[in-house]
């Protein structure tokens, strides 16, 4: 593909929200050792993506302007680098993009052979490119923390998922499901017959009085919060908890930050973790599978073309998506 041209979309500094979007052409690029070239099919957005762009992540990413934002995509390997053993070019694949360097919102994209896997008929690119973040982070949060068994074994967990019907939330809800659990989830009042349709066994609304005290209707205290709503203090939490109970936060701000150091520091028995999502492609490959055994669903919000990635992106910074939102080149 040397020489080749594409259709990206960058920005080439912080701020300025989907206006600072541009589209423009760009050379496709060259797999180096372990990497393969992709054809994009489909690339999910993540709130990541927008932070990255109001500088949240500074000075760490990304590594340097112009960038091509989006790290979550499905397509097909189309060339591989030097030394990669396990993908030939035709393979219809899921990757996990180096936020770093980005790459998501493009024609083609160069991804790591590992955190590269295979993706067959039954998971559209659409279902596959909303895995990487989103429910990687819903599994790691379930079954490191939470200590939740996803093939159901060990003792029966009670535990809260906020925002539930977001990126992460509706997968940490099915995930939960696979484990013997009981699942209190917290939406707006529209998507609680969507939540349900989730497997939880109990939702609240979180504009109402007992949905904003996370209280569990059946009168369930949490083992573990899945906490993917941000906003929400510790002392809400507490009064709900188990006593062993944890709040594993996604979005830790100051105060949940300092909450983390006084509860660790004095030996509390209920905690708050912070958990930063590390990408793992035996993880990926887990999850693409039980999409591909109907065991767990992407949703999906919006789909957009390429050509108004702005529009997907406003989308996501509005924070009010259920399920994933979706770009096709
Ligand atoms: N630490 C990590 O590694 C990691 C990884 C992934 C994501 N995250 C973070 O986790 C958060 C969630 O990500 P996401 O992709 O799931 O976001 P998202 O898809 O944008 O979430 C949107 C959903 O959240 C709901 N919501 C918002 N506030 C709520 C509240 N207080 N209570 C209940 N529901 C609420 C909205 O419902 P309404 O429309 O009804 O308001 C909407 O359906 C983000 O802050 C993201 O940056 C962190």
Known sequence: MAGKVMQAVQFVGYGGGAAAL???????????????????????????????QKGVLRPIMP????????????????????????????????????PLYGGGLAEFAVAKESLTVQRSPEVSAAE???????????????????????????????????????????????????GNTHVTATCGARNIDFVKSLGADEVIDYKTPEGAALKSPSGKMY???????????????EPNLSARGKVIDLTPGPSALWTFAVKKLTLAKKQLVPLLAVPKSENLDFLVNL?????????IDSKHPLSRAEDAWAKSMDGHATGKIVVEP
């Open 223 to 237: 083992d573990a919060v899945i906490h993917c709503a941000s906003g929400i203090p510790w002392s809400t939490f």
């Open 63 to 98: 590594r340097k302007f112009p960038y091509v934002p989006a790290t979550d995509v499905a397509g097909e390997v189309v060339e591989v680098g030097p030394e990669v053993k396990n993908l030939k070019a035709g393979d219809k694949v899921v990757a996990y993009l180096n």
């Open 22 to 52: 541009k589209h423009v052409e760009l050379p496709v690029p060259t797999p180096t050792k372990g990497e393969v070239l992709l054809k994009l099919e489909a690339t999910s957005l993540n709130p990541v993506d927008w932070k990255i």
């Open 128 to 178: 596959g490119a909303s895995l990487p973040v989103a429910a990687l982070t819903a599994h790691q949060a379930l079954t490191q923390p939470a200590g939740v068994n996803l093939d159901g074994s060990g003792p029966q967990k009670n535990i809260l998922v906020t925002a539930a019907s977001g990126g992460v939330g509706h997968y940490a809800v099915q995930l939960a499901k696979l």
């Open 291 to 299: 999409v591909k055994e109907g065991k767990l669903k992407s949703v």
